[in-house]
Nanobody, 121 residues
Framework: QVQLVESGGGLVQTGGSLRLSCAAS????????MGWYRQAPGKQRELVAH???????NYADSVKGRFTISRDNAKNTVYLQIDSLKPEDTAVYYC???????????????WGQGTQVTVSS
């Protein structure tokens, strides 16, 4: 059973920082791209940052220069360093991975359960 487990969310003040982690576990053959999404109340889920298996990254315009995505392939883990937090960053953050399990022939999209980030003004 493959699963993604996020951690690192919390309540911070404007201008603060957080580091989110997402670890993939289970019978994993390979992991392709990984990413972080967020969903604020009453809004659609949006892509925040994305990283390929080779380490190429891209970001939503609203977070460029403040968020940094990275991954540790040996640990099957993706990170999101969030700096200079703003109240509008408040949302549930979800990690996503394109992952091929050992007992499968295809790559599937997996999601974590989400971690709440709340920024107070």
């Amino acid at each position: 059973q493959v699963q993604l487990v996020e951690s690192g969310g919390g309540l911070v003040q404007t201008g603060g920082s957080l580091r989110l982690s997402c670890a993939a576990s289970g019978s994993i053959f390979s992991i392709n791209a990984m990413g972080w999404y967020r969903q604020a109340p009453g809004k659609q889920r949006e892509l925040v940052a994305h990283i390929t298996a080779g380490g190429s990254t891209n970001y939503a315009d609203s977070v460029k220069g403040r968020f940094t995505i990275s991954r540790d392939n040996a640990k099957n883990t993706v990170y999101l360093q969030i700096d200079s937090l703003k109240p509008e960053d408040t949302a549930v953050y979800y990690c996503n991975a394109g992952l091929r399990p050992y007992n499968g022939d295809y790559t599937y999209q997996y999601w974590g359960q989400g971690t709440q980030v709340t920024v107070s003004s």
